[in-house]
């Protein structure tokens, strides 16, 4: 996702696409050729303005997701600093000791579990947040996070990540830091409020990347998909003490439900593409001066670009091409693998589950 600190004028977004044609021809260029990340620009361009600019450009980031969007993001954002970094750094502070729970077994966190509950509609309360965690080494942990994009037409788009957390046990045994991202150099801290083993676990979270300095939220996680009303006493005088309305959480949907019959969706995306025509046609074709209200800019600058050095161009992005096939870190490939196959025991009966527990191998699958 693209964030631009607070409210942008024209000249502060023409600024930015000027940055973009004179340090991110490869990566535009590209964007533009690939039709996740096309559509991803069309997307940000219709948020700005917006009350909700800043919700409008992370769903826009939540929809669209590629190699190429990940490539014109990081250029725009990390490399070329195009787009200036929002910061909200007392947003979410700190917690106090006093509202931390000192007694938190990493061990417990292992195996299944489900997002119940979720402060901030931004990242916490998507439907069907299923994640599996393990802990492969004393403090360390991995984590395979799963969740759904609602795509507005009672479909959804499936998400999946890999995180690795340390346990930072010389500040607090409930401090887990997820960072050495190389993506937007986003680092995030976790704070475990309050945990029942095998029951729940409340955390607390805030961090950085190189868009946005400061966000954060707070997420419910239980062994049930749904969560149980009995905890709700205890869990909100938890998020009490770290500054936190349990009024203000929202209980989420792990109900996950298949995708809609095929016919339904047609017609329903018959129904909604006018107005997405329409949205689309005034985003390329009004006002069309700037990178923030469209495209003409961007185009006409790119096409120049390409003509004065096409063959050079044309070759960096395929350098461009095969470094965004590079080898991913050892750590993330060791903890993908880790974290899947605890996923999979899941899917086994349960009477194998059982033997898997008691230690039998797990057949492969």
């Known amino acids: ?13 023409a600024k ?3 940055c973009l044609l004179a340090n991110c021809q490869v990566a535009l260029a590209r964007c533009v050729g690939d039709g996740e990340c096309l559509e991803n620009l069309i997307c940000l361009q219709l948020c700005n303005g917006r009350p909700d600019e800043t919700e409008c450009q992370i769903r826009c980031g939540d929809l669209y997701a590629d190699k190429a969007v990940e490539a014109f993001t990081a250029c725009a954002v990390s490399d070329k600093k195009c787009v200036p970094q929002r910061v909200d750094e007392s947003a979410y502070p700190v917690p106090p ?14 195996g299944r579990w489900y997002i119940t509950a979720g402060l901030n509609p931004l990242f916490d309360t998507f439907d069907c947040q299923v994640h599996y965690f393990g802990v492969p080494e004393p403090g360390k942990l991995y984590g395979k996070i799963n969740w759904r994009i609602p795509k507005g037409n009672k479909d959804f788009i ?8 340390d346990q930072k046990l010389n500040v607090s045994p409930a ?9 937007l150099h986003y680092t995030d801290d976790w704070y475990i409020l309050a945990s029942k083993p095998d029951q729940y676990v409340v955390i607390y979270y805030r961090g950085n990347n190189d868009a946005w300095k400061g966000y954060g939220g707070a997420t419910v996680y239980t062994r049930e998909s749904t969560l149980p009303q009995e905890y709700i006493p205890e869990i909100s005088a938890a998020v009490e003490k770290a500054g936190l309305k349990w009024s203000q959480f929202k209980v989420t949907d792990n109900s996950c ?6 016919e339904s969706l047609v017609q329903e995306l018959e129904e909604g593409l006018e107005k997405e025509v329409k949205e689309v046609e005034y985003a390329l074709e009004n006002d069309l001066t700037s990178f923030g209200k469209g495209f003409t800019v961007i ?23 095969k470094n965004a096939e590079k080898t991913i870190s050892a750590e993330f490939e060791q903890a993908r693998k880790f974290v899947e196959r605890i996923e999979r025991q899941y899917t086994l009966p349960a009477p194998l589950r059982w033997l898997y527990k008691l230690g039998f191998p797990m057949p492969n699958m």
Not at 158 to 165: K, L, N, P
Not at 257 to 262: F, N
Not at 299 to 321: A, F, M, S, T, Y
Request: with cysteine; charged share 25%; net charge negative.
């Open 1 to 13: 996702m693209v964030l631009v600190a607070g409210p942008v004028s024209a000249a502060d977004v």
């Open 16 to 18: 930015v696409g000027t």
């Open 97 to 110: 000791d006093c509202a931390l729970d000192q007694s938190f077994d990493l061990n417990n966190f292992q």
């Open 158 to 165: 499936e998400r999946s990540t890999v995180q690795t957390f």
């Open 175 to 183: 401090y887990l830091r997820n960072d050495n991202n190389e993506y």
């Open 257 to 262: 439900p298949p995708h809609p019959p095929q």
């Open 299 to 321: 185009e006409k600058g790119l096409l120049g670009e390409l003509q004065k050095d096409e063959q050079g161009l044309v070759q960096e992005l395929v350098r461009e091409e």
